[in-house]
């Protein structure tokens, strides 16, 4: 069984930093991709960062600098580090798992975790 949970959110004022962790279990995802994703309230789901197995990245645009996604496979966790968060970075933080190539096209995911929240106050 796929498990995959997130933890780390909380309510920071714009500049500030968080560190999101998702812990995986169930699979060998070392062979798929592992993204990050999220959804502010009344926005569509946007994909924020994703990890290959080869560790090969990709961002999207709006966070590219800010935020980097990394793994410990020691530990079978993901990592999201997010420095100089703003406002717009409010939403639902949720990681996911897919198959290679899946980008950051959230509907090719199949394995999703539960979510944790991320507050930017300005």
């Known amino acids: 069984q796929v498990q995959l949970v997130e933890s780390g959110g909380g309510s920071v004022t714009a500049g500030g930093s968080l560190r999101l962790s998702c812990g995986v279990s169930?699979?060998?995802?070392?062979?798929?991709?592992l993204a990050w994703f999220r959804q502010g309230s009344g926005k569509e789901r946007e994909g924020v960062a994703v990890i290959g197995y080869d560790s090969s990245t990709d961002y999207a645009d709006s966070v590219k600098g800010r935020f980097t996604i990394s793994e410990d496979n020691s530990k079978n966790t993901l990592y999201l580090q997010m420095n100089s968060l703003k406002p717009e970075d409010t939403g639902m933080y949720y990681c996911?798992?897919?198959?290679?190539?899946?980008?950051?096209?959230?509907?090719?995911?199949?394995?999703w975790g539960q979510g944790t929240q991320v507050t930017v106050s300005s």
């Open positions: 996911a798992s897919g198959p290679v190539g899946s980008g950051l096209d959230g509907s090719h995911y199949s394995y």
């Open positions: 169930g699979y060998p995802y070392r062979w798929y991709l």
